[in-house]
Nanobody, 126 residues
Framework: QVQLVESGGGLVQPGGSLRLSCAAE????????MGWFRQAPGKDREFVAG????????DYAASVTGRFTVSRENAKNVVYLSMHELKPEDTAVYSC???????????????????WGQGAQVTVSS
């Protein structure tokens, strides 16, 4: 069993930045691709960004491309989501997840992810 824990959420003004972190509690991160998803009130969960085990392959939702960057430091067992130029529509609960697919395959489908964190609230408001 893998327990993922997100941190770094909070309240930020439009145009501001935040960095979310995701770590595995009590163990190393799975040697799998990792993804970030978000869910706003009344909306379905949506893919935000993901990267392969090596970090060489990344994928982003169109709505965040150019503003968000996903990265990982396997030696530190941490995955990051750096968010810039935040907009009110980015407000959501952000969750990290570990894929159950091949380590180099970055899926956008939540069902391809076996382990999930509890989520971190990001609120973009003035």
């Amino acid at each position: 069993q893998v327990q993922l824990v997100e941190s770094g959420g909070g309240l930020v003004q439009p145009g501001g930045s935040l960095r979310l972190s995701c770590a595995a509690e009590g163990r190393t991160l799975p040697e799998q691709a990792m993804g970030w998803f978000r869910q706003a009130p009344g909306k379905d969960r949506e893919f935000v960004a993901g990267l392969s085990w090596s970090g060489a392959i990344t994928d982003y939702a169109a709505s965040v491309t150019g503003r968000f960057t996903v990265s990982r430091e396997n030696a530190k067992n941490v995955v990051y989501l750096s968010m810039h130029e935040l907009k009110p529509e980015d407000t959501a609960v952000y969750s990290c997840a570990a894929s159950s697919r091949h380590r180099n395959y970055v899926s956008r489908v939540p069902q391809d992810y076996a382990y999930w964190g509890q989520g971190a609230q990001v609120t973009v408001s003035s």
